[in-house]
């Protein structure tokens, strides 16, 4: 099972977590461990206060309002900006041919001068598994997995994306449960 560029979507057993009602888009996934962002949880800073503490010009900036994202709890102080688009800058990874991940600070210097990609989330911090970790977790139930969706990360709104997540599986908020069990 390769979970790369998929959805992970937190079950209610993680709602005393940094997890809580988290979407979890899944960057990589491999023998050795994986790697996401959390698409929903946003932090203190907006771009606009980003731009501005880098020193980068924010007329530019489509939503400068938009919140700085909670990636997950691992390295909070390292920035990821998730991106469309076919352009690379100096560290960029391949998602899925729709779906980009950069590290380098040339993208936000792009961003600022009108010169970077159409939709873009930037996330301090990221989600990451140590090999077997995360299968683990899906087996104990704290982990939906569902194809990710290019409208769902750039198109909704935060505070819906976890709903909308779970309707993209037919499932309903108040058809979960923390309780589980085995057959």
Sequence with gaps: MNLKNQFLIAMPDL???PFDQAVVLMVDHNDEGAMGLVLNQPGTTSRKLLFEKLKLPTDRLSQPDE????????????????????????????????????????????????????????????????????EEEIRQNAWLTSPSDRALIFDQPLEKRWQLALNQLGVQPDQITAFHGHA
């Design 67 to 134: 919140p700085i994202l909670l990636g997950g709890p691992v390295a909070p102080e390292r920035g990821f900006v998730l991106h469309d688009g076919q352009r690379d800058w100096e560290n960029t990874f391949d998602i899925s041919e729709q779906l980009k991940l950069t590290t380098s600070t040339d993208i936000l210097d792009s961003i600022a001068h009108g010169e970077g990609p159409e939709n873009w989330l930037f996330a301090l911090g990221y989600s990451g598994w140590d090999a077997g970790q995360l």
């Design 15 to 17: 709602e005393e977590s």
